[in-house]
């Protein structure tokens, strides 16, 4: 048995993070980190265009999930990150933070402490944004938020284009309103990335009450006597935890860690020969994702950046960027986007696009040969739920992920509208001069059941599993509003598997806030 610490944080993630940072402020408090994955010295992870990288491998888990039976069973590569900073380490940083309503509904569900208006202080907090200060934005904090360093013109012939169908331009869509097209923010400081391990651990390394470990697996939480009392790792046995274990693996990794800790489904755990320790039938339900559909056009000319995937133009993509900080590896390569309706009806936007500035960025999305231009869609707030299940007691195995996408009819009819609003704006004047011709979907796809069938082999996860351990005060919620496992002392959950409901948005952002508000829980809950 190893030395104890007060707190020991279970995944250096991007809440896991920033709880690390905020807890160890406290000089009295010692703090033990660990994190899965390995450390993030390759480059790729402070490039902004290393996330082009990521989704084919670098920094994860290699997970998939089960075939998905509302989609032909389709298999979808399911990236999750396996290095310190987690998503926001390999990530395409953009910044944006969902709806205020989102956290409004939140509030409604009997979350007190998590509407818009309590959680905006947080989101301030933590930015160090480049371009505001005002009550929307902040100044000062440890994350880096800036404007995109290197956009082309096919950027602002995707607004005009966007405008010719009546979606207006917005200078901030994580402000006071987030309709319209416009750039994103992104997650970078002096055109490098700020993940979560950058802005909140390294300036924090020398801290004596805080050690940070990679590399280190653990097999289960230790409980006894209905109270966490510390973790197993594979290479070192028990360590204890004298206050908390705070999990902080996200809405896969935590469900999972749960389950193999025997607290979950019991008769799926008993099923496995894990031995039961709470029976949550809640843990690892209500995941909730975005699924991404897309348009890929082939362009008129080298009008993205496609041509630098060849050795010789990266190599002087790479010296651009060494002299100049410009230039295609300056790029997240998705910096451009926005939010808009599928439904006229909606309480807020419900479709949510990333414009690609190239083609084949990501893992099973086409290249163009002679270079294009890809623009994403997917709708915000899918009424379908999915699991993560254990397949195995195997702690080393991977988990049965099953998103069940469009298990709801209603969200496969509004993402083939989303879908359609995409090749719309692609169709329009304003993008002629830089759109050759749209070859996915193509013009052989008419019908809703051309378009079922399209998206059965053409759509990818947006990377924004949430909800599997689900914040609430009724009797089947997994952690209450203060973060806390119910049925279990000792133990919270502090990452995107709290979220009741998705966010109309990418992710990152409500992780670090979640990271945020939940130091601040804890801090309160001690008196530290």
């Not at 860690?257 to 799926?268: C, E, F, T, V």
């Not at 053409?458 to 009724?474: E, F, L, N, Y």
Request: proline residues 6%.
């Amino acid at each position: 048995m190893s030395k104890g610490y007060d707190f020991i944080i279970i995944g250096g993630g991007s809440a896991g993070s920033v709880l690390a940072a905020r807890l160890s402020e406290n000089p009295e408090v010692s703090v033990l980190l660990l994190e899965a994955g390995g450390r993030d010295r390759h480059p790729f992870y402070h490039l902004p265009a290393g996330f082009a990288k990521m989704t084919k491998g670098i920094g994860s888990w290699g997970w998939y999930t089960v075939p998905q039976k509302h989609m032909n069973d389709m298999v979808i590569r399911y990236t999750q990150a396996k290095v310190i900073g987690g998503g926001s380490s390999i990530n395409a940083q953009i910044y944006t933070r969902g709806n205020a309503l989102d956290y409004d509904e939140w509030r409604q569900m009997g979350c007190a402490g998590w509407g818009y208006e309590d959680v905006l202080p947080y989101f301030r907090k933590a930015e160090d944004n480049d371009s505001y200060d005002n009550r929307y934005h902040g100044k000062g904090g440890p994350l880096g938020v800036s404007k995109p360093a290197a956009p082309l013109p096919i950027c602002d012939a995707y607004f005009k284009a966007a405008c010719q169908l009546g979606i207006p331009f917005n200078e901030d869509m994580a402000g006071e309103t987030q309709d319209g097209v416009g750039y994103y923010q992104l997650t970078q400081r002096n055109v490098r990335r700020s993940s979560a391990s950058i802005a909140y651990l390294n300036p924090n390394r020398h801290r004596r009450n805080l050690t940070i470990r990679t590399g280190a697996q653990v097999l289960r939480i230790v409980v006894e006597k209905g109270v966490a009392t510390g973790v197993e790792l594979a290479d070192e046995g028990i360590i204890r935890a004298a206050t908390e274990v705070i999990l902080s693996s996200g809405a896969i990794g935590s469900p999972r860690l749960l389950q193999l800790s025997g607290i979950g489904p019991a008769d799926d755990l008993s099923r496995l020969g894990v031995t039961v320790t709470l029976d949550q039938p809640q843990v690892g339900a209500n995941l909730q994702d975005h699924l991404d559909l897309f348009v890929i056009a082939e362009c008129t000319g080298p009008h993205t950046y496609d041509r630098y995937a060849k050795p010789h133009w990266s190599a002087l993509a790479g010296l651009q960027y060494l002299l100049t900080r410009t230039g295609p590896v300056a790029s997240s390569l998705f910096e451009t986007g926005g939010f808009w309706y599928a439904d006229e009806n909606a309480r807020s936007p419900d479709i949510q696009f990333h414009l690609g500035l190239g083609s084949g960025i990501e893992a099973g999305v086409a290249a163009m040969p002679q270079g294009g231009v890809t623009l994403n869609s997917a709708y915000l707030r899918p009424r379908s739920r999915g699991t993560v299940r254990l397949a195995s007691a195997d702690p080393l195995a991977a988990p049965l992920i099953d998103p069940n996408y469009w298990a709801d009819p209603h969200d496969r009819e509004m993402s083939i509208r989303g879908l359609k609003l995409a090749q719309e704006i692609m169709r329009q004047d304003a993008l002629k001069p830089f759109v050759k011709a749209e070859r996915l979907p193509g013009p052989d796809v008419r019908t809703d059941a051309d378009y079922f069938r399209y998206a059965c082999t053409h759509s990818k996860t947006d990377h924004h599993p949430a909800g599997t351990c689900r914040m609430g005060v009724d009797g089947q919620a997994v952690v209450d509003p203060a973060l806390r496992l119910n049925g279990i002392g000792a133990l919270r959950v502090v990452d995107n598997s709290i979220m009741p409901t998705l966010v109309s948005a990418n992710t990152n952002a409500t992780a670090i806030m979640i990271g945020e508000k939940g130091a601040d829980l804890i801090r309160q809950s001690h008196g530290i």
